[in-house]
């Protein structure tokens, strides 16, 4: 399953959020690809400009699930606002995708993973519920990580750990097959030059972990994505997912 925070992208002319749905679109793997986007409704460099907002009823049009990740001009953490603010942003956010898309979202991924109980329940409140993830590309721009040196064995080590999960019957069963949900950024223009090589990636580590691929190993029906997203959502704050890179350390 993959996803896509942090954009859409705001530029004009060699769009990396356009790269990445040409590709999705067309590539050696497999066409039609359907992702998850965690959009910035309101990010002054992105979903908050026309170029924005097309892309995300571009996103919509193309089959995709649009998803929420902040509603505000910056990358907000939603664990350090009030309730009333997080309340606030929340509801901006839904109503900033219902206004694109005609569709309310249901799904919403925390800014720098950071969530607790509080946070569960503004999203409960708005419809919503939080997808985390399996793997992770670390290329998150405002993390100072723009190049992957290690793209294949750091996709290897995360699959590595999701397998055993898999194995112990702890993973969601949905349609058949086992979700396996994949972070990228695609305001990150070497993951949108990339994103094909990455996907080549995923399905090689896949092999040589003999983790058993379905026929088509991305998604590509909207309905059935989203159903496979929301079984594999945390909502409990109780629950401790393995969070990528430092942030368990860091929030817990
Ligand atoms: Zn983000």
Request: charged share 25%; glycine share 6%; net charge negative.
């Amino acid at each position: 399953m993959l996803t896509f925070d942090d954009g859409p992208a705001a530029a004009d002319s060699d769009n990396p959020t356009v790269r990445v749905l040409e590709t999705l679109a067309h590539n050696p793997y497999q066409d039609n690809i359907k992702a998850v986007f965690f959009t910035q409704t309101r990010a002054w460099h992105g979903g908050g400009t026309d170029t924005g907002r097309a892309l995300i009823r571009r996103e919509h049009a193309e089959g995709h699930v649009v998803a929420l990740h902040s509603a505000t001009w910056f990358h907000s953490n939603h664990r350090f606002m009030s309730r009333a603010t997080l309340d606030e942003t929340m509801q901006r956010g839904v109503d900033d995708l219902v206004a694109e898309t005609g569709v309310a979202p249901k799904l919403v991924r925390p800014p720098f993973w950071a969530y607790d109980a509080e946070t569960l329940d503004s999203y409960r409140q708005h419809g919503m519920q939080m997808l985390l993830t399996d793997l992770n590309a670390n290329d998150g721009k405002i993390y100072g990580i723009n190049f992957s040196w290690h793209k294949r064995s750091n996709m290897l080590t995360h699959l590595a750990e999701t397998r055993k999960r898999w194995a112990a019957g702890a993973m969601p069963v949905v349609d058949g097959s086992t979700p396996i949900v994949v972070t990228f950024h695609d305001v990150n223009t070497y993951t949108s030059r990339h994103i094909e090589e990455y996907m080549g990636i995923l399905l090689d580590v896949a092999r040589e972990l003999d983790v058993p691929l379905a026929a088509k190993p991305f998604y590509d029906d909207r309905e059935e994505l989203e159903r496979a997203a929301l079984a594999s959502t945390v909502n409990s704050a109780d629950a401790k997912p393995q969070l990528p890179g430092l942030w368990n350390w860091l929030w817990q």
